[in-house]
């Protein structure tokens, strides 16, 4: 459900602003916000295959990969079956991946991170670069 909501709050709302006039598609804001909305798409579709798997904790990332994102931060993620953990380890573990990111976006010199999320002998890894 969180993605339903994720889809109508960001590319469902794009579209149809796009589709009514609302907005100048060409400018380079208009570009850049369906830019990352099309790479929030990418993801989904990647993950369809496993998305029950692990919910909590890929629904948990993909917040902070959008609010990094949404900070002007192009984020690749991949999920590879990141394990089930209770949904406070899921938002202690999102939080981290946030800050992490903050830091690449403000000191590592690049517009481009990297966040990898998945399962070892039952424990959760979560590497952002």
């Known amino acids: 459900m969180a993605h339903h909501n994720a ?8 579209l149809t602003a796009i589709a009514r006039g609302g907005v100048d598609a060409n400018t380079p804001m208009m570009r850049e916000r369906c830019a990352r909305e099309a790479a929030y798409l990418r993801r989904l579709v990647e993950q369809a295959d496993d998305r029950e798997q692990a919910s909590e904790v890929r629904a948990a990332l993909e ?8 900070l002007g931060l192009r984020v690749t993620a991949r999920y590879h079956e990141p ?3 209770p949904g406070e380890i899921a938002l202690a573990m999102a939080r981290a991946a946030t800050e992490a ?3 690449v976006r403000c000191h590592a010199g690049t517009g481009h991170a990297f ?3 998945a399962g070892d002998s039952g424990r959760l890894i979560v590497t952002v670069v």
Request: charged content about 15%.
């Open 7 to 14: 889809l109508h709050d960001t590319v469902l709302a794009t």
């Open 63 to 70: 917040e902070s990969v959008r609010a990094a994102e949404a």
């Open 83 to 85: 394990p089930a953990v």
């Open 101 to 103: 990111l903050n830091n």
């Open 115 to 117: 966040l990898t999320a």
